[in-house]
């Protein structure tokens, strides 16, 4: 049965993420969800996207996991004003070699931070989006692999629109998730308001998992069993937000498998090695809202943030669980 | 309803105490019923009482029961019913021997809904059988009180039910300890019960049960004592007044018309299928006297019935000469009601039986056999040593009572003084006597011609002359009627034909007498007997030979004389009905064969061929496994070498390989079953195991218990949504499910 989870692994695996949320739980304080659905997307191979106010600690999220990881960090700031090249690198000619040499840009890490995202042109959006699809830079003519794991963890905000260029939905789509990050617990920002620290720089945390643990434990994740009837019940998910009159459009067939795998990396995480439905359940809010749009206008981006996830719950929960 | 006019209602604890209360009544009340049987069970039948008695005082007891009794308790009782039916000849005590030790199982035990309903089949059970072996007064009364007391049982299950769908615990037995019900306490319990009854419904519901129990006891009382077979058909009751077929005179009207009437009058069985006659007369009266209607029976014969009445069983026939032929078996008749007092007769017979006793009149001269009165039920009855005969003996009538006779001055020897009458009037005889004259074409002299002679050109001559149809119509004159239709070129129905030929004989000098009865019938060869129906009934004459013997002659046409030859016939000719309504039909004789017995001695032998059945069949097992095991010693017993151990080991590694890979593959097998047997479905497990998930997966438990539930959850959340491969062991899994879903209920309810 060499197309299901050996359960060693899978007990191995539960035991590295363990450690990692561990890990990330001493510079993130009070946000265990957000920290496991942020291993789930690293499982499940998917990019973050990160929506909130800033100084919530999307950073902070970003940096610790990847020094959790044993891998490299990079950040871009993105700008209005930032080129296409600032992402990806540069063939700069080289007086020694007489020839044209690729400067890889920020983008060759294992961890990318793309802060404010939205603020930058669609040009440049789009080629961090066609290295997230792709896990490749094209730059004259010759493709360049960026590190793997390759993960874009990007963060926007929702409520200053002033001078940005928000998303399309086609790019939108290219994230496995959408989290928002939400204050802390009062108890939770008091700790974090004795500690120390101000800069995530100072931020020091032990790797605790390699990078081919990760890459294992990934490939371990496609491997999670998922049930006839679990398959099923996300097919019906997926086609219910077809219908309903809320949305201006239903999930994408990428948008259902990004289900699945969302699912089934949160099936290991939680140490199983087979899907249950509740796993489709709780994944389907990060995995589902940014690829639906309202039909309907609203008075700003947070509330339709809440309007198109009520909505997919009421779907979710309407669905008849599996018996 | 509103909450203020809302009463107060039983807990679910304490219905459930209500409910083992009832189920208590239920096992006692159906265990009870074996008192009536002659089974050597009282004391088991004791002793289980006793025990359940105990439990429906103490409910916590079967608690304290170990665990192991229980575990034990299905494979003593597998071996205890085996060991009975192989200590016991017969089948019947062990089966109601093992009922009751599964009622005692049942009884004393925690129940489930599917228990509780097994509690009443079993019970029901023993009721039915103590209900068909016997039948007693006090067994209805119990019969009665299980009754309600199932009635009352399944409302409260059904309450129980209700009640936990909506959103109760359910209850599902816990491994150890006993429900929180049990612990309620009888006294606080009926004073709960008293509480919350309501009176009024109770009273209702009594009164209703009262009025049902008596309305059928007065139905019972009310609807006459016809013999069972009887009341099975409710065709029965139907009167047949309106329908045409059986006549006990033969009147002339200036029309008449016969409606076919296509009901059975008379199904005939034969113990000797083979046996069966060809072309049969089923006599049932002689009409020997003339009047200008018609014929009619005459006084004679009628005081003659009347002088012979007896209340009786049976009727010894007459035997006549050396030329009759007997016939074998026993020929058993089935008549239906409304066809006649006249019982019809093949001919002579040795024996009438009767199936009771029975007023029963009969005419010897001739041969005929009445009852009473023409009764309204089925009859029933057995000719043996029946002989097949044209002819019958001319016998004396019955001499009358001594002291009678002499007063009465009368010396009949014969029934000849009838059989000469004619139409009165001269112009009549004067009619008849050139028919005659006709008929024996110059012939001079009554004595000249035989009569079996003068009968063949009679019937010749008729049939010449008229044809037959089922509508008649009379020329108009001043003659008697038959006269008129003798000279007129009239069709006519059998019954002229009788009349004619048989004025004509006595014209010519023969002493002659219309016979009414059945003729022929239709052989069904699916219940193997002649069933004849209304539309089969004929009217035929006999003549005098002068020989001491009446010969029968069937004037209509294709009727003809009894042929001595054909007398005994008994192959047929034509195939036998296999219609459906024959099929149909012989549903009624397979029903009749079994319930019309004609005496206690049939009866006790059938019991005594059912009992030695089960008891042979109870020595052919034990004589096999007797075998069996003698063949097995013998064999360990052989002599012993090495080859023969190896064949021995090698036989048991294989059986041992075999069932270690039926064990391995148990899942799998299992598996493929299920696919074979629901394709398309979810796996059986799986449904099963969400089915606990459902139940359990969602609970609170104390932190104390939440590591083991949450094992438990996550085995079943494997064994529903989880690659098969890794599945647990999944009885295991959903026996601790079973515990864990009882101990859940119990911590719910408990404090």
């Known amino acids: 049965m060499s197309d299901f989870a050996p359960a060693a692994e899978v007990s191995s695996a539960r035991a590295a993420l363990e450690r990692m949320k561990t890990n990330m739980r001493q510079t993130i304080k009070g946000k265990d969800d957000v920290i496991e659905q942020t291993i789930v997307c690293l499982l499940a191979g998917g990019h973050l996207l990160i929506e909130d106010l800033p100084g919530v600690g999307k950073t902070t999220l970003a940096y610790s996991l990847a020094r959790s990881m044993d891998c490299t960090f990079s950040r871009i700031q993105f700008t209005s004003d930032l080129l296409p090249t600032d992402v990806t ?235 | 309803m509103s909450t203020e006019s809302k009463r107060p209602q039983l807990s679910l604890d304490e219905l459930r105490l209500l409910k083992w209360l009832l189920g208590g009544a239920l096992a006692l009340v159906s265990l009870w019923t074996v008192f009536f049987l002659d089974v050597e069970a009282l004391s088991l039948v004791s002793l289980a009482s006793l025990a359940v008695v105990a439990v429906l005082i103490w409910p916590q007891l079967p608690a304290r029961v170990p665990g192991f009794v229980r575990w034990l308790s299905v494979p003593a009782l597998i071996a205890v019913l085996v060991g009975d039916f192989y200590l016991s000849p017969e089948t019947l005590p062990p089966l109601i021997r093992l009922a009751i030790l599964l009622v005692l199982y049942r009884g004393v035990g925690y129940r489930q809904r599917r228990e509780d309903l097994q509690l009443i089949v079993l019970g029901l059970f023993l009721i039915v059988v103590a209900g068909v072996l016997t039948v007693a007064l006090g067994f209805a009364f119990l019969l009665l009180l299980f009754t309600a007391c199932a009635l009352v049982f399944l409302f409260v299950v059904t309450l129980i039910e209700t009640k936990e769908t909506g959103g109760g615990t359910a209850d599902s037995l816990p491994a150890t300890g006993a429900p929180a019900w049990t612990r309620l306490g009888w006294r606080r319990f009926f004073g709960r019960l008293a509480e919350v009854a309501d009176w009024r419904l109770l009273a209702f519901a009594g009164s209703l049960f009262a009025v049902v129990v008596v309305l059928s006891g007065v139905l019972f009382l009310i609807i006459p004592r016809f013999e069972i077979a009887t009341g099975f058909f409710l065709d029965r009751y139907i009167t047949k007044k309106s329908r045409t077929g059986f006549t006990e005179t033969i009147r002339f009207g200036d029309v008449a018309e016969l409606i076919s009437d296509e009901t059975t009058a008379l199904r005939v069985d034969f113990s000797d299928p083979a046996a069966r006659p060809g072309n049969p007369y089923w006599r049932l009266v002689v009409l020997d006297e003339y009047s200008r209607e018609g014929f009619k029976i005459s006084a004679a014969a009628k005081a003659e019935l009347l002088r012979s009445q007896r209340v009786t069983a049976y009727l010894r026939g007459r035997r006549t000469g050396s030329r009759a032929a007997g016939v074998g078996g026993q020929w058993t008749f089935y008549v239906e009601p409304g066809v006649s007092r006249f019982l019809p007769l093949p001919g002579n017979f040795e024996m009438l039986r009767l199936r009771e006793l029975l007023p029963l009149q009969s005419s010897v001269s001739r041969l005929v056999v009445a009852l009473r009165t023409e009764p309204m039920t089925m009859t029933a009855y057995r000719l043996e040593g029946v002989q097949l005969a044209g002819e019958i003996a001319d016998v004396p009538p019955a001499r009358p009572p001594t002291g009678r006779a002499a007063a009465a001055g009368r010396s009949e020897t014969s029934a000849l003084p009838q059989s000469l009458q004619l139409p009165a009037g001269a112009d009549n005889r004067e009619a008849l006597q050139r028919v005659v004259a006709e008929i024996r074409g110059g012939e001079d002299g009554a004595t000249g011609l035989p009569a079996e002679e003068f009968a063949r050109r009679a019937c010749a001559w008729l049939s010449r002359r008229h044809a037959y149809a089922l509508s008649v119509t009379l020329p108009s004159g001043d003659k008697d009627d038959i006269v008129r239709w003798v000279e007129s070129n009239q069709p006519g129905f059998c019954e002229y034909f009788a009349a004619a030929f048989t004025v004509l004989a006595r014209a010519a000098g023969y002493p002659a007498r219309v016979v009414a009865g059945f003729h022929g019938g239709t052989w069904n060869a699916v219940g193997n007997y002649y069933q004849i129906k209304n539309s089969d009934a004929h009217a035929w004459s006999e003549i005098h030979t002068g020989r001491g013997t009446w010969l029968r002659v069937d004037p209509t046409p294709g009727g003809g004389l009894a042929d001595s030859r054909a007398a005994v016939q008994t192959a047929m000719a034509r195939q036998g009905d296999r219609s459906w309504s024959a099929r149909l039909d012989s549903l009624r004789i397979m029903w009749y064969r079994r319930v019309v017995s004609f005496d206690q001695r049939t009866q006790t032998e059938m019991a005594e061929q059912l009992k030695s059945l089960t008891a042979d069949s109870g020595q052919a097992v034990r004589a096999f496994l007797d075998r069996m095991m003698a063949r097995l010693r013998a064999w360990l017993a052989g002599p012993w070498n090495w080859a023969r151990a190896g064949r021995v080991a090698g036989g048991t590694v294989l059986a041992g390989a075999f069932v270690w890979l039926i064990w391995r593959g148990r899942e799998e097998i299992r598996w493929r079953w299920s696919r074979l047997c629901q394709r398309g479905r979810v796996d059986p497990v799986r449904r099963e195991a969400g089915r606990w998930l459902a139940r359990i997966g969602h609970r609170i438990v104390p932190a104390e218990r939440q590591a083991v539930h949450a094992g438990i959850v996550t085995d079943l959340q494997r064994l529903r949504y989880g690659p098969r491969s890794s599945w647990p062991e999944p009885g295991a899994v959903f026996r601790r499910a079973r515990r864990e879903g009882g101990a859940g209920r119990c911590t719910a309810t408990g404090r």
């Open chain 1, 89 to 323: 690198g540069v063939s700069i000619y080289d007086e020694h070699v007489k020839e044209f040499v690729f400067k890889p840009g920020p983008v060759f890490a294992n961890i990318v931070l793309a802060d404010e995202i939205n603020r930058a042109t669609p040009k440049t959006q789009s080629a961090l989006l066609e290295v997230m699809d792709r896990s490749k830079i094209t730059v004259d003519g010759e493709a360049h692999t960026v590190g793997l794991p390759f993960m874009v963890v990007a963060t926007q905000n929702p409520v200053d629109y002033e001078g940005t260029f928000p998303l399309p939905e086609s790019q939108m789509d290219r994230f496995l998730m959408r989290l928002p990050m939400g204050y802390p617990q009062a108890d939770d920002e008091l700790e974090i308001l004795r500690a120390p620290r101000l800069s995530y720089d100072a931020i020091a945390l032990n790797p605790v998992v390699t990078r081919s643990d990760v890459l294992k434990m990934q490939a371990l994740a496609g491997h999670v069993f998922v049930e006839e009837s679990v398959l099923d019940y996300v097919l019906k998910i997926v086609t219910a937000t077809r219908t309903e009159a809320e949305f201006k459009a239903g999930i994408s067939v990428r948008g259902g498998l990004s289900l699945r795998v969302a699912a089934q990396a949160r099936a290991l995480v939680r140490g199983r090695d087979f899907v249950i439905p509740e796993d489709v359940q709780e994944m389907s809010g990060p995995v589902l809202t940014h690829r639906l749009t309202l039909a309907r206008q609203t008075s700003d981006a947070l509330e339709e943030r809440r309007t198109v996830l009520a909505a997919l719950r009421h779907i979710v929960a309407a669905v008849p669980v599996p018996e």
